[in-house]
């Protein structure tokens, strides 16, 4: 009887271990998409590849979602490209004038007027507090008119191979938005996983600028201060390089995820939202959470922390 009890154990433990090794990236995929439904998200768009061993999940990566503050990202690697460039500095101090103030996420539309911060501060902010106030001064640096500001991040990005990404507007800025399709149905800017993966696989390969530059940037996204989506349900140790981005009915986190075993670039984009909501539990930042938790555990194989 003890015989049989041990083989029937031995049987159940190694269907189990079967199960979870042949766990497939179809498989992967129909999860995610079931993870969507549940949050009532209207479109999803995912894409994750593993550095390691060259694995991709694909979910509408190659289609137009709005960026909202994701946008950031490519107006950090613009800004290290006019440093570069001997264009811009560092240390060059830019003025806080109550005119240059802007509402949404951030802490310095509540400094006084007249602060001064180094350009690269306003940076740091713009990232780990996604301050739009501080975006936008780093943007002011790029170019005297407002097209020719948008011009520089967009034309970078085309040079770097990302066709499918452009910065529309100016954070917050309702003065300078345009009346065009894609400006009244995307906002600030529009971008696809697909291009926010490459820009992430290009920092991580050191490829923007060159391996300094590229790990400098890299290591501003880490201090991301963000954990209500892509980090909410990692482990504490593990070390996330990432930007999130949120509107009305859009929750997006793009970043790189180190672990022991493996590095993996991740965007997941959860657009028309059954609900209007910047609650830490909305939906769509539940969404995101689990998507990245579900990506992270197959990448991983669950026994690589």
Do not use: W
């Amino acid at each position: 009887m003890r015989k049989l009890y041990f083989i029937l154990l031995l049987f159940l433990f190694s269907a189990c271990a079967t199960s979870k090794l042949t766990l497939t990236n179809e498989t992967i995929v129909s999860k995610i998409n079931q993870i969507g439904r549940k949050y009532g998200v209207g479109r999803l768009g995912v894409s994750a590849k593993n550095f390691v061993t060259g694995e991709t999940i694909q979910i509408n990566a190659d289609s137009l979602f709005p960026t909202a503050s994701v946008i950031k990202v490519p107006i950090l690697v613009e800004l290290f490209y006019k440093f570069e460039e001997g264009k811009l500095k560092k240390d060059t101090l830019v003025s806080l004038e109550d005119s240059l103030k802007y509402g949404g996420s951030g802490v310095l539309q509540y400094f006084y007027d007249g602060a001064k911060i180094k350009l690269i501060d306003a940076a740091v902010l713009m990232i780990i507090l996604s301050d739009n106030t501080a975006t936008n001064l780093v943007l002011d640096c790029f170019a005297n008119e407002h097209d020719a500001k948008l011009d520089a991040v967009n034309n970078r990005m085309k040079e770097l191979g990302l066709d499918n990404t452009k910065i529309l507007n100016k954070l917050m800025s309702f003065k300078t938005k345009k009346k065009t399709p894609k400006a009244i149905r995307f906002g600030v800017g529009y971008t696809t996983p697909n291009d926010m993966v490459k820009l992430l696989e290009l920092l991580a390969n050191g490829k923007i600028i060159n391996p300094d530059v590229s790990a400098e940037i890299i290591n501003i996204m880490k201090n991301n201060q963000d954990y209500e989506m892509m980090k909410r349900y990692l482990p504490e140790n593990i070390v996330v390089a990432n930007k999130s981005g949120s509107i009305d009915r859009m929750k997006a986190d793009i970043g790189i995820v180190y672990a022991k075993c493996t590095t993996y670039a991740v965007a997941i984009f959860c657009d028309e939202l059954s609900e209007v909501s910047y609650a830490v539990d909305n939906k769509g930042h539940l969404a995101v959470a689990e998507i990245s938790k579900l990506i992270f555990d197959y990448f991983t194989k669950g026994n690589c922390k």
